[in-house]
């Protein structure tokens, strides 16, 4: 176990499984307690299944394991009320927050969708909005304490360039993760007079339940006039595992970047230069 991140406290949504359970286990391992989050609840136009309770039972029994202390609730990202409940017992449990990690996402990618609009509200209500509140149940807090802090948004290769292909979640998920980098720029800003540094992940394909197992984004994946020609990787590898972005998130959230802030950082096994 390490100890980069020893007496922080992480706020990390999408926790319940996939990218965030792994972000979890990661800063945990590195010292670091953790209020992990997540919907535990489908969404109508996602066609595949998200995260239960059972699985966010999984993610908190993984961080005792590591003997840290972690605070776990049921919230969904854009429900600003709830989240912010989630967010303020995890801190009044743990003792603060040091580290914000923005990680729940969808991507709900089908070639017969059931309501084009809807897909495309869905997906920019969860993966821009979502972030959008995520930082903003946390950033007072983190002001208040004086402590400085780092705010890491989980963006995708799609918030690099256009991936999504042509349907309302192709184009609202390229939409979304261009956003977060918006949103990461104009935070930067806004809160390093404060210490508390904002920055961005940008990954390629990662082996996850939203990626692996989603027929319907496996079907846009494989069609040339869909997604099908704009993702592929420079390096000899088709998908990353959630460690290898989990890495990027700690070294991130650790002192070794204490002067890196307002960055992209791509972890997409050289697909964004091709």
């Not at 609730?73 to 580290?99: H, N, P, T």
């Not at 914000?100 to 996402?105: Q, S």
């Not at 309302?168 to 918006?182: F, L, Q």
Request: one cysteine or more; hydrophobic letters at 45%; charged letters at 20%.
């Amino acid at each position: 176990m390490g100890s980069t991140l020893e007496g922080k406290i992480a706020f990390i949504t999408g926790a319940g499984r996939g990218q965030g359970r792994s972000h979890a286990i990661r800063l945990a391992e590195e010292g670091a307690d953790i209020i992990a989050v997540d919907i535990c609840n489908s969404i109508e136009s996602v066609p595949y299944p998200l995260a239960d309770e059972d699985d966010l039972a999984e993610t908190v029994a993984l961080v005792e394991k590591l003997d840290r202390r972690v605070v776990a609730r049921v919230a969904d990202v854009r429900d600003k009320g709830a989240l912010q409940a989630a967010f303020d017992a995890g801190v009044a449990e743990l003792g603060g927050i040091d580290i914000v990690v923005a990680n729940a996402g969808i991507a709900p990618q089908q070639s017969n969708e059931p309501d084009r609009d809807q897909v495309f509200a869905d997906v920019i209500a969860v993966n821009l909005v979502g972030v959008w509140n995520t930082v903003e149940v946390a950033r007072e807090t983190m002001i208040a304490q004086g402590r400085g802090g780092s705010i890491v948004l989980i963006s995708s290769t799609a918030g690099i360039k256009a991936v999504g292909g042509s349907s309302g979640a192709g184009i609202g998920y390229t939409a979304s993760k261009h956003g977060v980098v918006g949103l990461m720029r104009q935070y930067a800003i806004l809160l390093g007079e404060h210490s508390i540094r904002v920055n961005s992940v940008h990954p390629t394909g990662v082996s996850t339940p939203m990626v692996v197992g989603n027929a319907p984004l496996a079907e846009a994946l494989a069609d040339p006039s869909n997604m099908g020609n704009s993702i592929s990787n420079l390096l000899p590898i088709d998908m990353l595992e959630p460690a290898e972005i989990s890495n990027a998130v700690a070294w991130l959230s650790s002192d070794e970047s204490r002067y890196v802030t307002g960055v992209m950082l791509p972890v997409d096994a050289g697909m964004t230069i091709k």
